[in-house]
């Protein structure tokens, strides 16, 4: 596995990342129409490819891949609000593109 370029201070440069800061959905007018909402993950979704967002009960889900290196499987992340769903996308790809630590 290739290692993501940083950015200075050790940030992990990629897009999935760097186009939304998870801050950036805590500022919107709420409350939010279907339609806004709708939006809206849509938004996070093309933000973060790997990952499908979707929305039930009040609850903002997204289901992607797994952090740790050959697993195939998928993991499931959920929150309150879209906010708090960026932020836990925003770390999982950190992880997920983070180099592997060497044994």
């Known amino acids: 596995m290739s290692a993501a370029p940083e950015r200075s201070g050790g940030e992990i440069d990629s897009p999935a990342v760097a186009t939304v800061p998870p801050t950036a959905v805590e500022h919107l007018p709420f409350p939010m129409t279907e339609e806004q909402k709708d939006a ?3 938004d ?3 933000a973060f490819p790997a990952w499908r967002i979707w929305r039930a009960n009040g609850v903002w889900y997204a289901t992607g891949p797994c952090p740790l290196p050959g697993c195939f499987c998928s993991r499931t992340l959920h929150a309150p609000d879209p906010s708090g769903l960026c932020r836990q996308l925003d770390n999982g790809e950190r992880q997920r593109l983070a180099p592997e630590s060497a044994p």
Do not use: H
């Open 40 to 42: 809206l993950a849509a």
């Open 44 to 46: 996070i979704g093309r």
